[in-house]
């Protein structure tokens, strides 16, 4: 009724297209090629991207050569090598922000610790050729072996003497690897792979056990590198990570069955022996670590020995209990410590009450720096020609509130062990300084003052401006001031410590070398070094004139200075015929107890200021 039927032999869809208009029959066909055409399209995107997954590239497949983008550490230095700027990841790598990059050279920069050699070699490469390339094979922060690219490229596009270098460098990509155990972390020094204390704590609770049951004894040997917060000062802590792990590498030859090896602390170690048979046997061990310690090592292009003090106990003389006896064991290290470098001892019941007297000293002395006291006494120093006052040396005093005025001898090693010496230095700075203003503002004229300052202090990145600053504030010339180093101490830092003495020469702050003959005695010292004044050891001038060996050492010193231009100034001159032979030998400065004592600032300026004149007896053979 009313509906349409299909005429027979027919199908529905011919019928359905027989009965619509041409205009809808193109737009079916339309649609068609588009839908062809999109199919078509993804086939051949297909197809191209079949040989990318077959032959992928070699940087693809091999973990080692994919790097991190944006992870090359960049820095600009100029042509003495000094940074001028630095990316993030540099910043990052040194631990340092971009303000206190700037101006230190790369070497005291460098995560990896090479040297000044190294470096010097590098950039004269990149002089010379426009650039230069290299790899360095270290260890990760895992201890694992890797392969750092390095390059420096030279810029001097005014083609003159402004020449700049571009220092880049790219660390491997490897998948942050799984992260130990809580527990295994704890018992594992990351650095040097030890035990921790923690883990002795247990091996030595173990060991007791097994002495008791076995009746047998055991040792434990506390080993504390000497001068280590010194290196780190100095060297900064990558270069103190080497010792560290060297000291480490010096138990392991050690290690076997009955001795257990493990680092309880910063620089300190201990070693666990079982089963010793005596005494004799512990000591033993003690010196083969002291010895593989001493073979020579290189540390930022500077050959030095190393040396440590250890601390012995014994079970069960000493302690039966694992804490007892591990606190004894470090109150004999710090005995140790007390006697010297390299030292080595035995725990005895008198050494507590001395540990409880050198940690009341220690706690006294920093008390003394904040309650003023710390003094400050000056000898005078003398012209043998004429006798007159050209200066004077600030000798440092602690007046201790029970053991009365404490001379230097008696609390500076005490401040060398526990880490004051920067603190004493500063307070030195800061008295002399405001002392010479009060002199300037009272009409005198003191000559030059000449100040004790420790190697780790003068190696403080900010030192000289520092120091300025201070001078600044009591209105300072710094050409009456003069830093006496130690020959011992200079020398081992020697490149080290250049950049800063040439800040302080460039503020007219002069150079001087205490106790010269003593130590190193290094002419490449002298030669490098902007050095104004050697000051001759009392332990030369005391025998003379009497000791022919002395007197040509004397005379070989003040004839070196002479021709190089460095003033010579003889201390501990208390005869006068040590005064009369200085002069027969071309010395013209002195101090020592025959012109006077050290003494207090209003002592120096009333009886040699207003008094700056000749005295009889300089001069006269009687």
């Not at 596009?157 to 491997?172: K, L, N, Q």
């Not at 190393?306 to 601390?311: E, H, K, R």
């Not at 012995?312 to 007892?324: L, N, S």
């Not at 005391?542 to 050492?553: A, E």
Request: aromatic share 6%.
């Amino acid at each position: 009724m009313g509906a349409h039927t299909a005429p027979s032999g027919t199908t529905i869809t011919e019928a359905f297209y027989a009965q619509q208009s041409p205009a809808v029959g193109v737009l079916y066909l339309v649609c068609a090629a588009i839908i062809l055409a999109l199919l078509l399209a993804e086939t051949l995107r297909r197809l191209r991207r079949v040989p990318e997954q077959r032959s992928p590239p070699l940087a693809a497949t091999s973990p080692i050569a994919v790097f991190r983008p944006g992870t090359d550490s960049v820095a600009i230095l100029d042509a003495e090598a000094r940074v001028i700027d630095a990316n993030p990841q540099f910043q990052s790598e040194t631990g340092l922000p971009l303000a206190k990059i700037r101006g230190r050279p790369i070497w005291a920069l460098h995560a990896k610790g090479f040297g000044r050699l190294f470096w010097d070699s590098a950039l004269d490469e990149a002089r010379r050729s426009g650039s230069w390339n290299g790899e360095a094979r270290t260890l990760d922060h895992g201890h694992l072996p890797e392969t750092e690219n390095m390059s420096v490229r030279a810029h001097n596009e005014s083609g003159g003497a402004d020449i700049t270098f571009e220092f880049r460098s790219r660390r491997p990509f490897k998948p942050t690897p799984k992260p130990a155990s809580s527990v295994e972390t704890k018992m594992r020094d990351a650095l040097t792979g030890l035990p921790t204390r923690r883990a002795m704590k247990a091996q030595v609770e173990l060991a007791i056990i097994r002495a008791k049951a076995a009746h047998t004894e055991l040792a434990l040997i506390t080993i504390d590198l000497d001068r280590f917060r010194d290196i780190n000062s100095i060297f900064g802590d990558d270069i103190g990570d080497r010792v560290l792990e060297r000291l480490a590498n010096a138990l392991r030859t050690v290690e076997s069955s009955n001795i257990t090896a493990g680092r309880i602390g910063g620089d300190e170690f201990i070693l666990l022996v079982e089963h010793i048979a005596n005494a004799e046997a512990v000591l033993n061990i003690a010196h083969d670590i002291s010895t593989t310690l001493g073979d020579e090592v290189a540390v930022d292009g500077l050959t030095c020995r190393l040396s440590a003090s250890m601390g012995i106990a014994q079970y069960p003389k000493d302690g039966e209990g694992q804490r007892g006896l591990m606190q004894v064991a470090g109150v004999s290290l710090c005995h140790a410590k007390a006697k010297g470098r390299g030292q080595i001892c035995f725990y005895s019941e008198h050494m507590e009450q001395r540990s409880s007297d050198s940690l009341q000293m220690e706690i006294d002395l920093r008390r003394a720096i904040s309650d003023s006291e710390l003094l400050m006494f000056y000898q005078p120093q003398v012209d043998l020609r004429t006798g007159s006052c050209i200066g004077a040396e600030a000798l440092l005093r602690w007046q201790h509130p029970k053991k009365g005025l404490l001379l230097p001898g008696g609390f500076v090693p005490l401040a060398v062990d526990v880490g004051l010496t920067t603190a004493i230095d500063n307070f030195v700075i800061q008295e002399v300084c405001a002392q010479i203003g009060q002199w300037k503002d009272d009409g005198f004229a003191p000559g030059k003052i000449s100040i004790n300052i420790s190697a780790t202090t003068l190696l403080i990145p900010d030192f000289a401006s520092d120091l300025k600053a201070t001078a600044d504030a009591h209105g300072l010339d710094l050409s009456q001031l003069e830093i006496e180093v130690l020959e011992s101490t200079l020398f081992p830092r020697m490149r080290s410590s250049m950049n800063t003495i040439e800040e302080l020469r460039s503020l007219e702050v002069t150079l001087a070398i205490d106790d010269f003959g003593t130590g190193y005695s290094s002419l490449a010292m002298l030669k490098d070094l902007p050095i104004d004044r050697i000051k001759l050891d009392r332990r030369f001038i005391k025998s003379l004139p009497h000791d022919s060996k002395d007197d040509r050492i004397v005379a070989a010193i003040i004839a070196m200075g002479r021709s190089l231009g460095i003033n010579v100034i003889a201390e501990g001159v208390e005869t006068r015929e040590q005064r009369d032979r200085l002069i027969s030998l071309g010395c013209t400065e002195a101090q020592g107890f025959l012109f006077s004592r050290p003494i207090k600032a209003h002592d120096f300026s009333n009886g040699w200021l207003k008094c700056n004149r000749p005295h009889a007896f300089i001069g006269t053979s009687t």
